[in-house]
């Protein structure tokens, strides 16, 4: 059964809109996989504008394209999914905010780098917000916080380009069971375990969570928009 949905329009710097999206309860990721590609082709096409959409999955585990299969055990024998992202293995579940992103780069700089940079400084924004001191790590995926053993990854990043229109996005772990995560190697790094905002401490909701994405979603428009040309 699917999810109920709110929507309602977010302005871009350039005049148009985007829809901004919030499924209650948990999507079944097949069908939000359909739906995101369905979506990304309508959007190439200049038939729906682009989309914001934030969800929950039950548990399940996802393979990036470079997946490696002895980074999965799996003991709690969650579905596994090809996602089709960059990246490796990822666990999403219930607690944890997953966004998806069907944007038109076409319009925005054709510059993948661009985009990913982008999506991480407005995640970083928005934890900020929640109090939490996120940041980048050189040679590493994701979003990190902590200092030394205390050190741990709160939010990951897979995304996939086609016809310069992106799909999949971010997750940020709000309080999601922590031990799901011992059934994979989340996106191939061992040295350093995972964190939540309930885990630190926090009691910040996923509403609390989406309303400081909205927030800092004007951040990552204009670090995304392309720089203007001089005559």
């Known amino acids: 059964m699917r999810a109920a949905a709110r929507t309602g329009k977010c302005p871009l710097m350039d005049g148009a809109d985007i829809e901004w999206r919030v499924s209650e309860g948990l999507t079944p990721y097949a069908e939000a996989l359909t739906e ?6 309508a959007v190439r096409a200049g038939e729906a504008p682009e989309l914001v959409w934030l969800l929950e ?3 399940l585990f996802t393979a990036g394209t470079s997946a490696d299969a002895a980074e999965l055990s799996n003991p709690m024998g969650f579905p596994v999914f090809e996602a089709g992202r960059g990246g490796r293995y ?3 579940g219930p607690g944890q905010r997953v966004g998806y992103l069907v944007l038109d780069l076409e319009r925005r700089g054709r510059d993948i780098r661009c985009f990913v940079h982008a999506l991480e400084a407005w995640m970083i924004a928005a934890l900020g917000d929640l109090d939490v001191a996120a ?3 050189p040679g590493r995926i994701g979003i990190w916080t ?3 053993s205390s050190e741990a990854k709160i939010g990951a ?3 996939r380009v086609r016809r310069w229109v992106t799909m999949h996005g971010f997750s940020i772990n709000v309080a999601p069971d922590l031990s799901h995560f ?3 190697v989340p996106c191939g790094i061992a040295e350093y375990g995972v964190t939540s905002l309930a885990a630190l401490g926090l009691n910040s909701s996923l509403s609390d969570v989406d309303s400081a994405l909205q927030r800092n979603f004007p951040l990552f428009l204009r670090l995304l928009s392309p720089a203007p040309q001089v005559a």
């Not at 995101?36 to 082709?41: G, K, L, N, V």
Request: charge should be neutral.
């Open 36 to 41: 995101m590609e369905a979506r990304a082709a």
């Open 57 to 59: 999955h039950p548990p």
């Open 157 to 159: 990043i897979g995304v």
């Open 90 to 92: 990822t666990y999403h």
């Open 182 to 184: 011992g059934g994979i």
């Open 135 to 137: 940041r980048r790590e």
């Open 146 to 148: 902590g200092e030394g």
